[in-house]
């Protein structure tokens, strides 16, 4: 278990604040291609995941069954903010399902975006399921239950069908099996399994380039590919970096967050996959790392990288207005 | 530059994310008694040392002078969560003065406490000055500013007069002088110095026994142990590991906590000072880091441990009330 130096916090140039990392640059045949820290260690990949559960509720045809948008698959794979835009998607999909918000098994939480939450609040209401990041993904799984006629109860259990072929999905792809790993609960409810920071690193380069996965594994992930960079809204929200880098980057690069410091990212024209965890589980930490893992990989046109400035160094603004600080990558690392 | 594992953060018992700091532990004449990691290495005590800066506002004489009650010295000295108890102090304490909240240099903001803030926002209340956790000790300071008759304008600036010679006091009981180190500017508009990790603990030393202070120096600092003893919940708030710390420990132990990972302690009865940064600057680490060192140097009682119980080892609670993990010292640590 080893990390390095990967980001430094600053105030007025002094560093501050230094959070650690491991992460890893795979290709599709599972090969590393560069590396930092420990990548054997386990980690939880949370809602990086996410995409790669979406897998299975297209190839199983419940997709095409229920003529899911763009938009919707993006929701589907997305930790979103729970913007409005977020929220009317995840009703109007639920209402078309036949279903309604208490179907969800997730928690009730306000929106994730401070401004969509302090509207709520100020109009009265309270959190709710559809709020939740990961309302998208559950209504997913909803989906695909209805469409395999499985029990939509306790669809979020580690024993429910729906969740051991998830699991299988997941060990194909990352080319181990999951069941054999510690295992904990998510914070949505959802089975979170655990696995090395390197098979997620291939894992993501599969998701890249599926060319050695089954024909219709392979479709079904290029299927999400192109609702996510149709749709890079939806699987975040406003100013999120995972939501910029698919726009910014017209999808050469498609990118993923999961909690506790865990960000991912998929090069489907290198077939490279990316991931990251910050040791400490830290947010700010992680998407200032995987830019710079990514301009250091020359994966960033200059366009892009002044279109993502506000990511790759960002100002600290302290309650009067004024710049104090920066979050940047250390300057040890990537020399 | 060197860190040591403090804390794990685990979920159904597997490690997901990991706490690195530094921390020490002096006796009031500047020996250290026991240190973890770089304590040379530099950091921003930041709101760790409100305690310190109410130094000036009691020697000055200001304090007698307007008769602050333990309540508004303890707020003097606090990060306060903004409480309705809090707001109401700092407003009937501004009053007392002649002033409003438009003196107060902090930003406006919401109260960190969030019941408190969804209360104000369902209530059509936006952010101010008062909710800000620094507005005890920027009171404080307006409130020795008038005792000084020093201008009441811009009283945040390094350059008043005020500043200065709050930057003196520090420097003393620190026992280095502050101006020759790097400084910035706190997320509430105030020089924001540094020092080495251990000169941080040996000012926290001084100040649980200030034996070798001026008179009235020490005699200012024994004022603020009676008001902080006798008022914890005005140094933070209800829940937070600062306050009860204080009130569990009947005063025997004197938290402060700072940002980005900063907190410290002053033992009375012991003349011990402990100053701890976690590296990643998260504040979930630092109480648990805490409380392991206090544990460790047998300054808790039994009881007392019961009753922090909840700090010792947080439970992690997901949106659906179920207990998914827990925040623990490290098994590494301390043995």
Redesign the interface.
Known sequence: ?S?ELFVE?T??????????GAAVVCDYKGVVVESWGDIEN???PRSALKPMLAIHLVESGASDRYALSNAELSLACSSHQGEQMHQNLVASWLSRLGLTEDHL?????LPEHTESA?QL??S?QQGCRIH?NCSGKHTGFLTTSLHLELPLDNYHLVEHPLQQRSLETLSDIADIDLQQY????????LP?P?MPLLQLGRAMARFANPVDLSIDRSQAIYRLHEAITNEPLYIAGHGSVVSELNEVTKGSVLAKSGA??VITAALPERGLGIALK?????SR?RAVALLAILEYLGALSDEEKHQLQAHIAPKLV?????A??EIRPAASWLK
Do not use: Q, W
Request: proline content about 2%; overall charge negative; aromatic content about 6%.
């Open positions: 278990m990390y916090v105030r007025n140039g002094t560093v501050e604040s230094r959070h650690f386990l980690v939880f098994a997730c928690g009730a939480v302090h609040l100020a009265g939740h510690p295992m904990g609960i998510d914070g949505c409810g979170a655990t506790e410091g910050i040791a400490d589980g830290s930490a302290n309650s009067r207005g004024l104090v600080g």
